[in-house]
């Protein structure tokens, strides 16, 4: 029972007219009645107004995904879901099924999609500006937000905060800055990094030559900067720091390596390590940041700060991008003098008003609805949950930090599965047949919803996880 199908795309002559039939009275197909009302209609009406068949056709011809081989997008028997709205932890696509997002969106959304209050001071901004330069000025949001990042950690020496675009650009504002601190404390040589394997900073060169995942960063070896990996905090003793600038890590679980756990008290060792070496200590927490890991930060549940913390995804509750490289004084400090000095280094966005409009409200959902309060029972929930989960034979481990968890699978024999088998991305297919979303690493299922969930959509998500292993790997030992 469709209301409304879109006009083709011949019809319109332009793709973009395709996703503005709700919005744009000018251009859409729908009458302005309908038009008036939509908003307040049940989301399923609304995705029928999308034409899903032009849509993916469109979309098999002219674009190309990240982390996607396209071989096996394009091919006629892959159906990419359309995901036109989102509200909550659920998101409905052009035909108005509806899904858990367990992913949170590729760990970005934090409250839910369609929150008030972040719709809402998105909106005021826009009825003052969109975007304005940071370069030579500021803006009330950017201020604000700065002074709120500071805030949140205390007893750190965190205290200056430089806005980019993303995971990737934070982590190459933290390389930079290193670089060219050491160099303007009269320390040249100290322009060396140390990361850990399997580690993922982002996909910008430099973000890159911190990575230690062969499939994502080996090909770029000969373009990327050298950096010195390590495997666990026991090669330290082996390295002479005189040449190393900046050491970096994923405090408490490496993300893309599969949900990987660090041991207890390791950072407080890191942190005196750089200290004894004189190496800044970056953070990477663009992943951890945000409640995931049960507190605002990471590094907080050991009370441990760096010199660089890098944040984005969830900054602006997973609504826009935006990120942020927390630094010291001390650092600032070094930058300051002739305008040779100065940090040479800028995207066009940085600080966006609208995006730090965005980051306000995330934070001021933190405060107002207690949500790391509300937290600490939904975290004993899924673990709970998840307990469940280890009689499956086909699992063979569970890690969980806080309200991030990775489930992982293997043979009964607890071999690996083949890589080409892909049965992590087949679990996950399965899953969505359940009416559940998420991406695996490998044969790693992510489960990251968002803090918003309740206990019955923890268990919606335990359980399309656990019927989808079943339904790949076998039944229950
Ligand atoms: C720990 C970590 N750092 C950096 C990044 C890169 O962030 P972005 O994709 O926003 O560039 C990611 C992305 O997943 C990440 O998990």
């Known amino acids: 029972m469709a209301i409304h199908a879109l006009p083709s795309h011949e019809q319109f002559g332009s793709a973009g007219s395709l996703f503005d039939a709700s919005t744009d009275p000018d251009r859409s197909c729908l009458p302005p009645q309908l038009l008036l009302i939509l908003p307040l209609l049940n989301t399923s009406l609304l995705a029928m107004a999308y034409d899903t068949q032009t849509l993916i056709r469109l979309d098999k011809a002219h674009v190309w995904h990240p982390f996607t081989q396209m071989r096996d997008w394009i091919i006629p028997e892959h159906e990419p879901l359309v995901l036109v709205a989102g509200h909550g932890a659920w998101l409905e696509d052009s035909l108005g099924r509806r899904y858990l997002d367990a992913n949170s969106s590729i760990w970005t959304n934090i409250h839910g999609h369609g929150h008030s209050t972040l719709d809402r001071a998105i909106r005021k901004q826009l009825e003052h500006v969109a975007h304005t330069s940071f370069l030579g000025f500021t803006n009330p949001n950017a201020v604000e937000l700065a002074a709120r990042l500071v805030e949140l950690l205390p007893g750190s020496s965190l205290t200056k905060v430089f806005f980019s675009d993303d995971g990737s650009t934070a982590i190459e504002v933290a390389i ?29 060169l430099g973000a890159s030559s911190l990575g230690g995942i062969s499939l994502f960063h080996d090909r770029f070896k000969s373009h990327q900067f050298p950096v010195t990996q390590i495997g666990s905090i026991e090669n330290l003793e082996a390295i002479d720091g005189s040449e190393i600038g900046g050491l970096i890590i994923e405090p408490i679980i490496q993300g893309a390596a599969g949900m990987l756990l660090w041991p207890p008290g390791i950072l407080k060792s890191l942190r005196q390590w750089c200290d004894e070496n004189e190496v800044l200590l970056i953070f990477d927490e663009v992943m951890t940041g945000f409640g995931r890991t049960g507190k605002y ?5 050991d009370k441990v700060y760096p010199d660089f913390l890098a944040l984005a995804k969830g900054l602006t509750g997973g609504y826009l991008p935006l990120a942020a490289t927390l630094t010291t ?6 930058f300051l003098g002739s305008y040779e000095k100065a940090f040479f280094y800028g995207h066009s966005y940085c600080g966006n008003p609208l995006a730090c409009a965005a980051a306000l409200a995330n934070l001021a959902i933190f405060e107002e609805q207690r949500v790391l309060q509300q937290l600490q029972t939904k975290i004993e929930h899924l673990a709970r949950g998840l307990h469940g989960l280890q009689e499956l034979a086909n699992v063979r481990e569970i890690r969980r930090a806080g309200f991030i968890a990775g489930i992982e699978v293997a043979g009964q024999n607890g071999q690996s599965f083949d890589r080409q088998d892909r049965i992590g991305a087949q679990i996950c297919v399965a899953a969505r047949n359940h009416g559940v979303l998420t991406r695996p690493i490998r044969d790693v299922i992510v489960l990251m919803l968002p803090l918003c969930v309740g206990f019955e959509e923890i268990d919606i998500s335990v359980g399309a996880i656990q019927k989808a292993i079943t339904e790949v790997c076998g039944p229950i030992s």
């Not at 290193?178 to 996909?203: C, M, W």
């Not at 004084?329 to 070094?334: I, N, P, R, T």
């Open 297 to 301: 930060f990471a590094c907080q549940h």
């Open 329 to 334: 004084d001390k650092v600032f400090s070094a």
């Open 176 to 204: 930079k800055m290193t670089v060219q601190y050491f160099q303007q404390t009269e320390r040249p040589l100290k322009r060396g990094f140390i990361s850990f394997e399997n580690a993922y900073h982002g996909d910008t």
